[in-house]
């Protein structure tokens, strides 16, 4: 059931997504980048002024994405098979992929050393070494459709389960200690894939609205 004692987020700024159905996202500083589900293609855009500076097809469905250092990451499937794949700004993808444990996973946070990806209805974060391993299990305790570290914690776009879609919540997630601290932060108003931060501002890609949507800072 939805958690009405929970604020709204506070919406910033929308910008139109230069595909239909924008499902993976992530920041770098200003800039920000969005794939579509329905095209399979990815977008460079200006964060101010959602002006498309770079495009690129994708190897199959993108699902989620994050910026590691000069390159993006990012979990696509195809043909019913996971990979993370990885991006080069400016030169697009590289041949080299890792799987998916058991061909399971949808988002991606990074925090500077180590990747996580996300198992949605598993309910799971899992720590990957660089041969995509397992190296930890973190459990969440909803189903996760986006997540990014910020400030060594996990933020979570979260939803409920099959019979409640439309209940979005961001969560807070410290994993630093052995037992896990959650916290709710927020409701969401959309129907919301993926989650970035930008420095200052989360970013969410508005799925059926076309949109990509920044709001407020919240448990930062």
């Known amino acids: 059931m939805p958690n009405e004692t ?37 977008y460079g855009l ?13 190897p199959g469905t993108p699902i989620g994405m994050v910026v590691t250092g000069e390159a993006l990451r990012m979990v696509t499937d195809e043909h019913d098979e996971r990979f ?9 993808f590289k041949t080299d992929s890792l799987a998916c444990p058991n061909d399971t996973g949808s ?13 949605r209805f598993d309910q799971k974060i899992l720590q990957l070494d660089m041969w995509g391993e397992v190296q930890r299990t973190i459990a969440a305790p909803r189903q996760i ?29 410290d994993a630093r200690k052995p037992e896990p601290q959650v916290t709710e932060l927020a409701r969401v108003p959309f129907y919301a894939r993926s989650l970035a931060w930008d420095g200052t501002k989360f970013w969410s890609s508005a ?9 407020a800072a919240i448990g930062v």
């Not at 409920?160 to 919540?169: I, L, N, T």
Request: charged share 20%; net charge negative.
């Open 84 to 92: 993370i794949r990885r991006y080069i700004v400016g030169h697009g």
């Open 207 to 215: 799925k059926k609205d076309n949109a990509i949507v920044a709001f």
């Open 6 to 42: 929970l604020s709204t987020i506070e919406e910033l700024q929308r910008i139109p997504s230069p595909g239909p159905a924008p499902q993976a996202l992530a920041c770098d500083g200003t800039d920000i980048w969005v794939a579509s589900a329905e095209t399979h293609r990815l």
């Open 46 to 58: 200006r964060g101010n002024t959602g002006a498309v500076f770079e495009e690129a097809s994708a």
């Open 107 to 119: 988002f991606l946070a990074y925090d500077g050393d180590n990747l996580f990806l996300s198992q």
């Open 145 to 173: 459709c986006g997540m990014v570290i910020v400030n060594g914690c996990f933020f979570l776009m979260t939803t409920a389960d099959v019979d409640e879609p439309q209940d979005f919540r961001l969560l807070r997630l």
